[in-house]
């Protein structure tokens, strides 16, 4: 049962509507699955959701169930993981697995790149990122593998998490995952390639996170840099009342003197200009043979929340969840154990690191989570029912059936109007889309 302060509707005045029957898996992604119209939605299609073997990016159109084929991949080669940008016009970004693979060259972390695709050229793909694994290495070009490609609220940036080849090749422990980004500082040319594995990007990327391969026990240093979020639809305001309109949160892994890794949120507050990330920091943009990329001048990286103290330290490890931030830049949605264990939805101040338990549930969330536009629901699953908060109350409603298998975990996410959540059922050994009715306006 569900606290009074929580409580689930038992009456469902929601409509809820399948949109696939096909005998296939259908991947959404954990975030901007929509097109800005709010009238497809974009999705992989693999034969199981743990694997990465799947040959189509598509997108169906929610009232009249056409679908269409967005990309299909070729020459041994698996595609996955499409998000949509928030602004016209519609591209579609994913991830690329390598063409012609081998046995020393095949689909990993440190393998695999982002493209992008204009809705008025479909099936044609352009690279997001550069690569460039033999030195002399080259600014603008990562040496590894991209992966979640979310452009930016304006649409003109894209985030993503990064994995480096040539780390990798010194030892695995080495290849710390990342984040970085991609701006429309140029286009980035691999000449001559050296390597037959190396290629040209049409966007300018950089490391934008700090990561330590032995961090020092309750320091600030972190061993891993991933499932971040951008801050804001334009960033957040400062203290001194100027806003920082490019920032992203994202989970660092923290070390305690017991050797357990603590997930803590960091943010780096980035350049607003694109060009300024051209410029050098401490270290070379490209990295080194011994060396990770480096983050431009100018970029800065700070720990937000500190929970080694707390009962169940840091935030929650399951269900796996992105940092989400609220339209206007004041929190952080994130999801934490309380303090008998269950995980709720809590809600950190960007400026200060204060915590907000949001959630009192008897029951704990069981997914990933997005906001709707206005800041004022956040939506994911709990006992067994896809359901929206109300953030000021920290009231769920029931939005579906509670079934004795719950929604998928992975995304569930609004529509840009509000008015209708994608999230997706295992349903005979195949994951079908779905949509809920929210009962919100826009």
Known sequence: MMSKDNRLNSELPYKETRLTYDMRS???????VWTPDGEWLAYDVRPNG?????????????NTLHMVEIYRANHGAHVGVVTVNPQPPVQYA?????????????????????????????????????????????????????????FSPDGKWLSFTYND???????????????????????????????????????????????TVEPKPNSDEISRAYEEGWIGVQGYQKDDGERQ????????????????IIPEIYIVDLPEESEKLRVQGKYPLQGTESRMPFPPNGVCQRRLTYTHNRKFPGLA????????????????????????????LWLVDTLTGTLQQITHSELPIQSAFNWDSKGEYICFICDNSVVRCHVETGIIERLTQRTEQPP???AVVFSPNDKLIAFMRDINGFRQLYVVETGLTS
């Open 26 to 32: 259908h991947q959404l992604t954990n975030i901007n």
């Open 50 to 62: 743990s694997s990465f073997t799947g040959l189509t990016i598509e997108k169906i159109h929610v």
């Open 94 to 150: 994913f991830i690329h697995g390598p063409e012609y693979p081998d046995e020393h060259w095949q689909y990993d972390f440190h393998h695999r790149r982002g493209v992008y695709v204009n809705e008025r050229q479909l099936n044609v793909a352009h690279p997001i990122d550069a690569m460039c694994i033999t030195s002399p290495y080259i600014a603008g070009a990562l040496r590894g593998g991209t992966h979640v490609h979310v």
């Open 165 to 211: 080849h040539v780390m990798h090749e010194l030892g695995e422990h080495l290849d710390q995952r990342n984040v970085a980004i991609a701006v429309p500082a140029g286009g980035v040319k691999i000449s001559p390639k050296k390597h037959v594995r190396e290629y040209d990007g049409d966007y300018f990327c950089c490391v934008v996170t700090q990561t």
């Open 245 to 260: 309109k490019r920032a992203l949160a994202f989970i660092g892994d923290t070390h305690a003197e017991n050797g357990e």
């Open 317 to 344: 490890k399951s269900p796996r969840h992105w940092l989400r931030s609220s339209p206007d830049g004041k929190s952080i949605a994130c999801l934490m154990k309380d303090d008998v264990g269950n995980v709720q």
């Open 408 to 410: 998928v975990a992975d």
